[in-house]
């Protein structure tokens, strides 16, 4: 038996149990946790396209330079509101709107790079979008093509995404009501039928 054919093409029965069925929330919840047999696989085939250079060590040196980085700006902007606040506008020596800017985008790339240290650290893999995902299985950031097979109740073409299963009706003050979603799962689902989804375990390869 072939073990890395094994570990690379993942099937899964009645997967959605992976995620449990404790819900806490304010207000109403609507679930949408439907897959259609206990005994139907969904399979897919992960293709690694690029092995990027980013361990769990240098995407940590990375986070912390960033964030070191933006103590500078952000002492800059609470400066510069300081003087402005005591009328001394001819002392700022910066626009407060390029350091409000350089703050926004280092911050951006703080959330980025500290999001791939959790999915390196977890070793898990993570939905993109147009069947791409990200996977830190191995210790470092991969960029996988999903191949996914035909959906297995109806035969139709599928896709691999963080599907919402579950959302809150909030009530506006003008009385109308919006659904926010509160839970997504990453799932293969059927562009034909979208009742017809697997949940997928992020966890799923196994380390050794």
């Not at 099937?11 to 949408?32: E, S």
């Not at 990375?62 to 800059?76: D, H, Q, R, T, W």
């Not at 709107?97 to 980025?112: A, K, P, V, W």
């Not at 809150?168 to 034909?192: F, N, Q, T, Y």
Request: glycine content about 6%; proline content about 5%.
């Amino acid at each position: 038996m072939d073990k890395s054919k094994n570990r690379n093409e993942n099937n899964f029965n009645d997967a959605m149990n992976f995620y449990g069925t404790t819900q806490i929330a304010t207000g109403d919840i609507i679930n949408n946790n439907n897959s259609d047999s206990s005994t139907i696989k969904a399979t897919y085939t992960p293709e690694p396209k690029w092995r990027s250079p980013f361990t769990l060590a240098v995407l940590t040196w990375i986070s912390f330079i960033i964030a070191v980085l933006g103590i500078f700006p952000l002492g800059k902007l609470v400066v510069n509101v300081w003087k402005l606040f005591k009328g001394n506008i001819q002392a700022i020596d910066f626009p407060t709107q390029t350091y409000l800017i350089i703050l926004t985008i280092l911050i951006f790339l703080f959330i980025l790079f500290f999001s791939l240290r959790r999915i390196v650290k977890k070793q898990i893999r993570v939905p993109l979008i147009l069947n791409y995902a990200i996977n830190g299985f191995g210790g470092c950031i991969v960029l996988e093509k999903i191949h996914i097979a035909k959906c297995p109740i109806c035969g139709g073409k599928m896709k691999y995404y963080n599907k919402p299963v579950e959302w809150r009706e909030v009530m506006h003050s003008d009385g109308s009501i919006k659904r926010e979603v509160i839970r997504k799962i990453p799932a293969l689902e059927c562009k034909r039928n979208h009742e017809h989804f697997f949940g997928v375990d992020p966890a799923e390869d196994k380390i050794k």
